[in-house]
């Protein structure tokens, strides 16, 4: 179960600031057709405002492509041939978009399948929380270097002032006593 707990976690990608999972993905899941999927989603449209699940754009589909890689995405949806038969821009699942689906799609691969997923987006969340002291002790790091920055600013610029002073040409002095050579 650990395994494929992981299988689904690879499968959420960040778009548009939100956890999302995209309809091929969804499919191999459920063990449908895309086409199949999406005519469910169609047929109860009213049920997927665009906050459970949209359409990427261009740039989001070509984004995440680069940032998942053309292997990666052979893994996901099957065979290269796949990838290439892909002619529109995939929708996107939010958690409660995905959620919206189990309805819909009521089979025994459809429940388990579901549960794996929302298991997947708790334990990316707990991760998510987990980490938020780490985010604050970068927080606080930053500002103590700022500070210090602020604090020493004053004697850094006193030490390239003097810096600067021994690299000027040295002043004229005055001559004490006999020139030679006149």
Request: aromatic share 8%; hydrophobic share 40%.
């Amino acid at each position: 179960m650990e395994k494929e707990l992981i299988s689904v976690q690879n499968m959420i990608y960040e778009i548009r600031g939100q956890k999302v999972m995209l309809d091929h993905d969804l499919a191999v899941l459920y063990e449908v057709e895309v086409k199949t999927l999406n005519r469910a989603v169609k047929r109860n449209i009213e049920r997927f405002p665009d906050d459970f699940m949209f359409q990427s754009t261009d740039e989001e589909w070509n984004n995440l492509k680069n940032q998942i890689g053309a292997s990666s995405l052979r893994y996901h949806f099957g065979t290269a041939k796949m990838v290439e038969k892909i002619r529109y821009n995939p929708y996107a699942f939010t958690e409660q978009g995905i959620a919206m689906l189990s309805g819909l799609l009521n089979s025994k691969i459809a429940i388990n399948v579901n549960i794996q997923i929302m298991r997947a987006f708790i334990k990316l969340r707990n991760y998510i929380f987990s980490n938020e002291s780490l985010n604050e002790q970068i927080i606080e790091l930053r500002k103590l270097l700022l500070l210090y920055i602020d604090k020493n600013d004053k004697k850094v610029n006193d030490i390239i002032i003097a810096l600067n002073n021994l690299l000027e040409k040295p002043k004229e002095t005055k001559t004490i006593g006999f020139k030679s050579g006149s």
